[in-house]
């Protein structure tokens, strides 16, 4: 599994690293630490021209190696798997305008890297995804400000919207005491399932699997699928409660359940919750509600 | 040991309903009887009479059988006393009623969707079968571990219904049992959420606790000993969440309850199963 977690030097990323932190204990993935230097900011630009290596004084690296600490501590220096050897905290630029710590943990179990890219924060974290193929890419966001970044407002549901894999936007505002999953289909992944399990388990919550209905009945298929991730969940003992909404009234529960903390959606490709839930109220829901947003692909 | 039906379609609430049922069987004492009803659908008429009609039937009744079997089959090993399944063709709330009066069962068990705004669960409780069913029910919304048992009392009148129901069928104490009176709120008074220690009486709650009282002493005549005592006045919504981590609720309701009851508002948020007893 490949995590990408965006960050800046706002404490709202220092809470999205903890939760990767965790996830990662669990799951030993590859974890990638990304910053993006705006092009705008004429400084930044001049000075990665100039020399990678002077970028140490730059706020935002030193934010990533301060999250790198953050992530490391989470684990036991013996068990952690992404302990190097060490060197130089050092940024090479391995191709135009992506830079690189130099040593990042070549003798490690499992890969943390940490990566600085120039431009557009949201559209360098999606070339990021794809160019590295991440499973899920992590970001947090500033709840108070309607879930933006200090560099772009629309950075995170940027990213939620067009992101070709799996998202969590990670909100410090409310514990996660229940994961409420929307699913409107049959077509739900191993990946994602065992993604779900993680959460639960990591916060220790309660979940709820969601089946969205049209004319107050599911359809067979749906129906089949959830029995099925219902007899998942138990046989890793893990008691899940079905509901049933009907699609019409989807606004109403979406804004009622998020305060349980995580809100998760299974939107696959033909998936009717891309119908039911388009772009502008993704948004909202990122913008306005207290909850973490988990977009499930 | 009791009689329960359990009645069970080839969908998702019956599978649930089933491995409840099944669960249900660690702390009950009882015979589980599947049943299918399977309805033809109202405004078509069945084809024409004697041997067309019969063959039509005998069609409808294998698929049915087939579809049913299915769902026992994958549970079978988990729910030793299991009755060979009762397929019939006919109006789903007549048939019930019919088998429960015919063969006396204790309990109804069927399962229920939790939907948003409960319209399944409202549409259930009102439903013929709910009104006129001479056993209690339950009513099985999700696949919960029924270990823990609420029994919510709200006035004297719930009190000898709903505890000899719970009382009938737990015969020994293998689950563990709460008492909680409840109350709403109503605007501008205030929230309660006590639990009971000893004897103490909290002062306003002298009712409740004398009404908790009669129930604790019709329990200990049959052994029981309820684990916690609670008094609670909260809205619906509250009350709700506080009862989420129960296996099982049970809870009186008058047979024509109406449909803007906050009884039936409550119950309808409840995602445990919720054992029905009329009053």
């Known amino acids: ?297 | 040991m009791i009689s329960a039906l359990v009645s069970l379609n080839a969908d998702l609430a019956s599978s649930i309903a089933f491995r409840y049922a099944c669960r249900l069987m660690e702390y009950i004492d009882m015979r589980l009887q599947p049943i299918h009803v399977e309805e033809v659908d109202k405004g078509s008429f069945p084809p024409g009479s004697g041997w067309v009609r019969s063959t039509w039937e005998k069609g409808l009744l294998q698929t049915a059988e087939e579809e049913i079997a299915q769902l026992v089959n994958a549970e079978k090993a988990d729910c030793p006393s299991l009755d060979a399944t009762i397929v019939e063709i006919g109006e789903y709330d007549e048939a019930l009623l019919h088998e429960i009066e015919e063969k006396s069962y204790d309990l109804l068990v069927e399962g229920v969707l939790t939907s948003f705004h409960g319209q399944l669960f409202h549409r259930k409780i009102r439903s013929r079968l709910y009104r006129f069913s001479p056993s209690p029910i339950i009513i099985v919304k999700n696949l919960v571990q029924p270990d823990r048992v609420a029994v919510l009392l709200k006035d004297a009148l719930d009190v000898t219904p709903l505890i000899s129901t719970f009382l009938k069928l737990f015969s020994t104490p293998k689950a563990s049992v709460d008492l909680i009176h409840f109350a709403f709120k109503e605007s501008g008074k205030p929230e309660i959420k006590e639990k009971i220690q000893d004897d103490a009486v909290p002062v306003g709650s002298e009712n409740a606790c004398k009404l908790l009282n009669t129930a604790k002493d019709l329990l200990a005549e049959k052994g029981w000993r309820p684990k916690e005592t609670w008094v609670i006045r909260d809205t619906a919504e509250k009350i709700s969440e506080f009862l989420s981590d129960y296996g099982l609720i049970g809870a009186c309701l008058p047979r024509n309850v109406h449909k803007d009851s906050l009884m039936l508002d409550l119950l309808s948020r409840i995602p445990s199963a919720t054992l029905l007893c009329k009053k």
Not at chain 1, 240 to 254: G, K, Q, R, Y
Request: positive net charge.
């Open chain 1, 1 to 297: 599994m490949k995590i990408l977690v965006a960050v800046d030097q706002n404490p709202y990323s220092a809470h999205a690293v903890l939760e990767v932190a965790k996830l990662a204990a669990n799951t030993w993935a590859n974890v990638s630490l990304l910053g993006v230097l705006s092009k705008t900011d004429t400084k930044e630009r001049s000075a990665v021209a100039e020399a990678p290596s002077g970028l140490a004084d730059n706020p935002l690296i030193k934010a990533l190696f301060v999250h790198r600490g953050t992530f490391l501590s989470y684990f036991k220096q013996k068990e952690c798997p992404y302990t190097s050897k060490g060197g130089p905290d050092e940024l090479a630029e391995i191709r135009k305008g992506v830079y690189q710590l130099v040593h990042a943990s070549k003798s490690a179990k499992k890969k943390l890297n940490i990566r600085v890219r120039t431009g557009n924060p949201g559209r360098e974290i999606l070339s990021e995804a794809k160019e590295e193929e991440s499973d899920l890419i992590v970001l947090g966001c500033d709840h108070m400000k309607g879930c933006g970044w200090e560099s772009g407002a629309t950075v995170p549901r940027k990213v939620a919207n067009d992101a070709p894999c799996s998202v969590l936007i990670a909100k410090a505002a409310k514990d996660v005491k229940r994961i409420v999953c929307c699913l409107d289909h049959d077509r739900v992944s191993q990946a994602s399932l065992e993604m779900i399990n993680q959460m639960v388990s990591l916060h220790g919550a309660q979940l709820t699997i969601v089946g969205l209905a049209e004319n107050q009945g599911l359809k067979a298929e749906v129906e089949r699928k959830l029995d099925n991730i219902l007899r998942y969940y138990h046989e890793r003992g893990i008691d899940p409660w079905i509901e049933m909404v009907d699609i019409a009234f989807l606004d109403s529960f979406v804004a009622r359940d998020a305060r349980w903390g995580l809100m998760a959606l299974w939107m696959g490709k033909q998936s009717i919750l891309e119908k039911a839930f388009p772009k502008s109220k993704l948004d909202k829901l990122i913008k306005r509600s207290d909850a973490s947003v988990l977009i499930l692909r």
